[in-house]
């Protein structure tokens, strides 16, 4: 799953909610960005058609739904997931390993990425939901049982990359979302690091939305992030 071109190091979170700002979004930084992730967002408002955007401007599709749920359906909806040329498919790593085994068996082509623990989520969260660990130790855990189920792909903040790459070696495909370059408003997400620290971390694919979504010059941001991780690659 590994790729050593720039722009297939970076995801751009389509987030919003209509179609024609979608394809605006790709066209202007498609020269940058070679993954566009359509979330619950747009997909919920206009299905597949989303995808279909991604594919007819020659990117790569990144469907985030985090599926979870009971093994049957899981199974079912990957498949579906996989016939539409999808390349990544998020799902929840707390699904269980039945339910993350029947999903990997049932992807095909599309690479599954579990998440572990959401970057939004901090100490005080975990313990509110009844993880009694750090987040660190919370997605090793998760990622293993992910691992024992078949899946190579995860999903965590960058701050527990460096950790998960030691825990799982080379073939482990690592996405880390919650990326903001230097001074950006974190917003939501508790757990964030730059490109430049995520890719020393050890990440394959680094999501990014609000820093070029709401720029002024989206092609622009992209653009810098690009070289970004360009540096710290050639690093």
């Given at each position: ?21 979608a394809?605006?979004l790709?066209?202007q930084?498609h020269?940058h960005?070679g993954?566009?992730?359509v ?7 206009v ?7 991604v594919?007819?401007?020659g ?5 985030d739904l ?6 049957a359906?899981m ?5 579906r ?5 999808v390349?990544?498919?998020?799902v ?10 029947t999903a990997?068996?049932?992807?095909g ?13 901090d100490?005080d ?11 660190r130790a ?10 024992t ?23 482990a495909?690592?996405?880390t ?12 997400q ?19 939305g609000?820093p ?5 010059d989206?092609?622009?941001a ?14």
């Amino acid at each position: 799953m590994n790729d050593n071109d720039d722009a297939s190091r970076i995801a751009l979170a389509l987030d919003v909610s209509d179609l024609d700002a979608a394809k605006r979004l790709i066209e202007q930084t498609h020269a940058h960005v070679g993954v566009f992730k359509v979330g619950l967002e747009l997909y919920t408002a206009v299905g597949p058609a989303a995808v279909e955007a991604v594919h007819a401007a020659g990117a790569r599709c990144f469907l985030d739904l985090k599926l979870h749920d009971i093994p049957a359906t899981m199974g079912r909806s990957v498949a579906r997931v996989s016939a539409m040329g999808v390349s990544y498919l998020t799902v929840h790593a707390a699904a269980g390993s039945e339910s993350l085994r029947t999903a990997q068996q049932n992807s095909g082509e599309t690479h599954l990425l579990a998440v572990t623990v959401l970057t939004s989520l901090d100490a005080d969260a975990l313990e509110e939901i009844g993880l009694q660990a750090d987040a660190r130790a919370a997605a090793d855990r998760l990622a293993r049982l992910a691992w024992t189920a078949g899946v190579r792909g995860f999903v965590a903040s960058a701050h527990e990359c460096a950790a998960l790459r030691q825990s799982l070696g080379k073939e482990a495909f690592l996405v880390t979302p919650g990326i903001r370059p230097a001074g950006a408003d974190v917003g939501d997400q508790k757990r964030v690091m730059t490109p430049t620290q995520a890719i020393e971390a050890g990440a394959d694919l680094l999501v990014v939305g609000r820093p070029i979504r709401d720029a002024s010059d989206p092609a622009s941001a992209a653009r810098d992030i690009a070289s970004q991780v360009e540096s710290a690659l050639a690093r």
